[in-house]
């Protein structure tokens, strides 16, 4: 899995609600940031709604073109396609940002 602060421009992740639960996908340029967010009940709509905040995937994109053109390509696959992506690198469904060492708050942006 890529660390926090090893993406030259943009993220494409997978939130879930649970193990097998309700997705969301999104891009952004500060994951940290953005999973803050969700957490925190920022994000209004079906994150919020559901309880998406569990990061189960992610990719590192050269440009925020290139993540924009991929979170639109995974958001049309079938549900069973997204699955099978998030488990060809997490079986378990583990909250990945806690493999990473450091807590999300630490990737925040500066202010």
Known sequence: MPTVGHC???WVYILASRPHGALYV???EFVGKRLWEHRNGLV?????KYGICRLVYIECHASMIAALR??????KWRRQWKVELIESLNPDWREIDQDWGSPVESALPPS
Request: aromatic content about 0%.
């Open 8 to 10: 030259p421009a943009a």
């Open 26 to 28: 999104g891009a952004t």
């Open 44 to 48: 209004a709509g079906h994150t919020r």
């Open 70 to 75: 991929r979170e639109r390509q995974i958001k």
